[in-house]
């Protein structure tokens, strides 16, 4: 990325925003959408829609200590009989789906989420692993089964359950090598925790290694992130997600414990940003929607040349469209034409599921001008283009009469070569990613102009 850019000019787009891993986003759910209508949804899914395939995001919602930039549904706990008890309600969540939905379909995405999963020991893995497996018992051969890790808890034990439970890929939390930034965000985690937990990785096989790191932290420079760039590649992940950090002090408290004057403006942020994507794609490595990166041999960015990338609650994938079915604390659900999410405190969670229901919190149901704009803001967060054609085909519609609004509210970001829209198509630039958020707000019909409390800034 080499090109002149004038950041003056762009960081006029710093400003809340969704990140969009659904849309409508989970600021839209509604209370009224309950257990009844997950169950009619259920319904709809094995029928309607019963050639899709299923994707698993389990939430393991525990972790010994707080991060201060962590922005994740998480319990604090040093208890093993709260880890105990929890598994004893996933076992009743998992009986309640085998009675509310067809759980024989075939599973092509498998994901432990958290908190932090490995705060689990070897044997409880195991057994929420065996209980998963009991229910949902059509596991496909090419199924992407991952898990997210902590190398500061990540044992010989936990690694080899994982492997004979048929992990294939696991995601580090790596954030940043800076030990200044790492003190101020509570995560000390020197280099050398990382790099063994990456060698006790591959000697298990395990074929697809993700580290997450984040840019916008405190006392952050670009001189010190480029440093933490050099140490990655000393370990050679096949992927990389790069998050902006989203500073949200009003949604979790732990954030307020980060000073906000130690934290990059927009300007370096973006800086930040543009140096990133040079660094890691003249090192072999392709920029993956507006987040990712992965090697150029990977299977990301083969789907991403043939515009067949996709994006849900587990990141990007090249499996397509599944239905998702999400298990356990706060976890969310995404069909067709809905999202669920259930209960964030363990509480009503547990309630629910001693009275015999699934433990939805709120939901939304998707009508067809929801569905169509899905389709559209999905496209340019994965694949950075749309097809007009093809968008107009598949929906009934004539792309530049239906977003004939959407497409001159555009024309300033044109006139900034942040994209081209041409007769049939619209395509983002190498610029334009970096404000990929922006470039998606346009399409999105819920936004309003009260956006401060509800959405971190885009830059």
């Given at each position: 990325?080499?090109?002149?850019?004038?950041?003056?000019?762009?960081?006029?787009?710093?400003?809340?925003?969704?990140?969009?891993?659904?849309?409508?986003?989970?600021n839209?759910?509604?209370?009224?959408?309950d257990?009844?209508?997950?169950?009619?949804?259920?319904?709809?899914?094995d029928?309607?829609?019963?050639?899709?395939?299923?994707?698993l995001?389990?939430?393991?919602?525990?972790?010994?200590?707080?991060?201060y930039?962590?922005?994740?549904?998480v319990?604090?706990?040093?208890?093993?009989d709260?880890?105990d008890?929890?598994?004893?309600?996933?076992?009743?969540?998992l009986?309640m789906?085998?009675?509310?939905?067809?759980?024989?379909?075939e599973?092509?995405?498998?994901?432990?989420?958290?908190?932090?999963?490995?705060f689990?020991n070897?044997?409880?893995?195991?057994?929420?692993?065996?209980?998963?497996?009991n229910?949902?018992?059509n596991?496909?051969?090419?199924?992407?089964?991952?898990?997210?890790?902590?190398?500061r808890?990540f044992?010989?034990?936990?690694?080899k359950?994982?492997s004979?439970?048929?992990?294939?890929r696991?995601?580090?939390?790596?954030?940043d090598?800076?030990?200044?930034?790492?003190?101020?965000?509570n995560?000390?985690?020197?280099?050398?925790?990382?790099?063994?937990?990456?060698?006790?990785?591959?000697?298990?096989?395990?074929?697809?290694?993700?580290?997450?790191?984040?840019?916008g932290l405190?006392?952050?420079?670009?001189?010190?992130?480029?440093?933490?760039?050099?140490?990655?590649?000393?370990?050679?992940?096949?992927?990389?997600?790069?998050?902006?950090?989203?500073?949200?002090?009003?949604?979790?408290?732990?954030?307020?414990?980060?000073?906000?004057?130690?934290?990059?403006?927009?300007k370096q942020?973006?800086?930040?940003?543009k140096?990133t994507?040079?660094?890691l794609?003249?090192?072999g490595?392709?920029?993956?929607?507006?987040?990712?990166?992965a090697?150029?041999?990977?299977?990301?960015?083969?789907?991403?040349?043939?515009?067949?990338?996709?994006?849900?609650?587990?990141?990007?994938t090249?499996?397509?469209?599944?239905?998702?079915?999400g298990?356990?604390?706060?976890s969310?659900?995404?069909?067709?034409?809905?999202?669920?999410?259930?209960?964030?405190?363990?509480?009503?969670?547990?309630?629910?599921?001693?009275?015999?229901?699934?433990?939805?919190?709120q939901?939304?149901?998707?009508?067809?001008e929801?569905?169509?704009?899905?389709?559209?803001?999905m496209?340019?967060?994965?694949?950075?283009?749309?097809d007009?054609?093809?968008?107009?085909?598949?929906?009934?519609?004539?792309?530049?009469?239906?977003?004939?609004?959407?497409?001159?509210?555009?024309?300033?970001?044109?006139?900034?070569?942040?994209?081209?829209?041409?007769?049939?198509?619209?395509e983002?630039?190498?610029?334009g990613?970096?404000?990929?958020?922006?470039i998606?707000m346009?399409?999105?019909?819920?936004?309003t102009?009260?956006?401060?409390?509800?959405?971190?800034?885009?830059?």
């Open positions: 990325m080499s090109e002149k850019i004038d950041f003056e000019k762009l960081a006029k787009y710093s400003k809340p925003g969704p990140r969009y891993t659904s849309y409508p986003t989970a839209e759910f509604k209370k009224d959408f257990s009844s209508m997950l169950l009619q949804a259920f319904n709809r899914a029928s309607i829609y019963k050639d899709k395939n299923l994707s995001y389990v939430h393991l919602p525990f972790c010994k200590s707080a991060c930039f962590c922005g994740c549904n319990i604090y706990t040093s208890k093993e709260k880890k008890r929890y598994i004893s309600y996933l076992q009743k969540e009986n789906l085998a009675e509310s939905m067809n759980t024989k379909r599973v092509i995405q498998f994901h432990f989420g958290g908190g932090t999963p490995t689990f070897a044997t409880q893995l195991q057994q929420i692993m065996n209980m998963i497996r229910i949902f018992i596991f496909s051969n090419q199924c992407e089964i991952s898990c997210e890790i902590d190398p808890h044992t010989q034990e936990q690694m359950v994982l004979d439970c048929g992990f294939n696991v995601s580090f939390g790596v954030q090598f800076d030990s200044d930034v790492q003190q101020q965000i995560r000390i985690q020197p280099f050398d925790i990382v790099r063994n937990s990456v060698e006790l990785a591959r000697k298990y096989g395990i074929k697809s290694i993700n580290f997450d790191l984040i840019y405190p006392k952050q420079n670009e001189e010190s992130f480029q440093d933490t760039l050099r140490s990655v590649l000393k370990l050679s992940p096949d992927r990389l997600a790069i998050f902006n950090y989203a500073h949200v002090p009003w949604v979790k408290k732990t954030m307020r414990k980060i000073d906000e004057s130690s934290l990059p403006i927009p942020k973006l800086q930040i940003l140096n994507i040079s660094f794609t003249s090192n490595y392709d920029m993956i929607g507006m987040d990712h990166f090697k150029k041999s990977d299977e990301l960015c083969k789907a991403q040349r043939k515009g067949e990338l996709r994006r849900n609650f587990q990141g990007y090249t499996k397509g469209f599944s239905q998702t079915i298990i356990g604390l706060t969310i659900g995404e069909g067709v034409d809905y999202y669920t999410q259930n209960f964030k405190d363990m509480t009503s969670y547990e309630q629910a599921l001693d009275n015999g229901i699934l433990p939805v919190a939901g939304i149901m998707l009508d067809l929801d569905i169509l704009r899905k389709e559209v803001i496209g340019l967060m994965n694949n950075s283009k749309l007009f054609d093809s968008i107009s085909h598949e929906f009934s519609i004539d792309f530049h009469t239906h977003f004939e609004h959407e497409l001159e509210q555009l024309k300033p970001m044109q006139d900034l070569e942040l994209l081209e829209i041409n007769d049939n198509s619209l983002v630039t190498s610029t990613k970096m404000l990929i958020r922006n998606a346009v399409f999105d019909t819920y936004l102009n009260n956006l401060v409390k509800q959405f971190s800034k885009t830059i």
